[in-house]
Each structure stands twice: as C-alpha cells, then as structure tokens.
C-alpha cells in the first residue's frame, strides 16, 4: 500500500478513536469536579427516567383499579402497586447514579406525570396481566438503548446491563409464567369458570406463590 495512504488511514483511525469516548473529564481547581462522562449517555439516563414514572403512574392506576371493591382481586392490586413503587425506586435510583456521576439535576430534568398513565380503562384479570408483560418488554428495549448510548460510557453501561436490565429480564420472566399458568387455569376451567380461576389465581397472587 502507497506510504502516504497508510498515513492518512492511520491518522483517520487515531481521530475516530478521539471522537469515539469522548469523556467529559475537565479537571478545573473548584470543588465538587466533573467526573468523567459522555453526554450522549447521561442524557438518555435523563430521558429513560420519564418512562420509569410513566410505568409507575401505570401500575399504580391498575393497582387502585383491582383493589376496589367491584373489581376485589386484591392479589392482583399488591403486586401492581407493588410494581409501581419498584418502577418509582427505579426512577429514584436513576437519579441516584446521575448524582453519583457529578450530573447536575437541575430544570433539564423536565419530567411531567402522563394523564394518558391514568385513563379510565377497565381490566380483564388476563389483560391486566398481559398489560404488565407488554409495559416490562418496553422498558426493556429503552434500556437497551440506554445501554447502547452508553456504548463508550463503560461505567453507564455497566450499571444499566447489570443490576437494572437483569432486573428486567428475570420481571419479564416472572410475567411470562404468569400469563401462561393464568391461560392454563382458565383453560381447565372453561369460560364458565373464569370468575373461579381469577379468584383461585389471585390467592396465588396474595400468596406470591407466582
Ligand atoms: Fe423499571
């Protein structure tokens, strides 16, 4: 290969490397220091968390909505509400680890509650239960794309691969049993008993024997 075009290839290679990481390390002589960061990363951290409040606000809603007493599926109600404070704790723990980087929470943390969160829509016991898988694979995507814009941040991706998207698998794989053994129940008792499996179903719930 001609010398000058191996000069240009591996000049063009040292830049893209440069541009690739992209840190955010200024160590000025005031305290608190930035730490080291990639704005593409971070900033996704900041937008995911809307759709951690968002899944909250969610969840909280069809918590509220089997646990009254027309609905009265209280099993169903604790493991919903239950779920929107882990997704509200998901938010608080994003938070946390803008923190831990030294990002300043200020008013580009621009986070609005959804009224489209909370409409007034009513549940099948089994949609409930699908609702939850379909919110949980969602989420799992964006956070999949958090970690992909962290791809340079080594310490971002770290942390959304392992605790927060291993979390995500095994809530998905809780769900996915959920709906097949709810369908299985159901289908042993026909449509008829459908009132009887969600009853028997969500002392499970109660139970969390699921
Ligand atoms: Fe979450």
């Given at each position: ?52 409040f968002n899944a909250a606000f969610k969840y909280m809603y ?22 929107a ?28 509650f959804d009224?489209?969160t909370m ?92």
């Open positions: 290969m001609h010398r000058l075009s191996m000069i240009i290839i591996a000049l063009v290679g040292c830049l893209s490397v440069t541009g690739a990481t992209e840190f955010n390390c200024k160590r000025g002589t005031g305290y608190p220091k930035e730490v080291c960061y990639v704005a593409e990363c971070t900033d996704a951290i900041k937008a995911h968390i809307q759709h951690e069809m918590g509220a909505y089997f646990g009254q007493d027309i609905v009265d599926r209280p099993g169903l109600s604790k493991f919903l509400l239950e779920a404070s882990e997704e509200r704790g998901h938010a608080i723990q994003m938070l946390d680890y803008l923190n831990l980087r030294g990002i300043k929470i200020d008013s580009s943390l621009d986070y609005k009224p489209d409409l007034g829509t009513t549940y099948s016991y089994q949609d409930a239960l699908e609702e939850a898988l379909n919110m949980e694979i969602e989420v799992t995507d964006l956070i999949n794309n958090v970690v992909a814009k962290c791809a340079d941040d080594y310490h971002g991706a770290d942390v959304f691969t392992n605790p927060i998207l291993d979390e995500q698998h095994e809530g998905v794989r809780k769900l996915q049993g959920a709906v097949k053994a709810f369908k299985d129940l159901l289908a042993g008792s026909g449509a008829p008993g459908l009132q009887l499996a969600e009853y028997l179903f969500d002392k499970k719930m109660m139970s969390e024997e699921l």
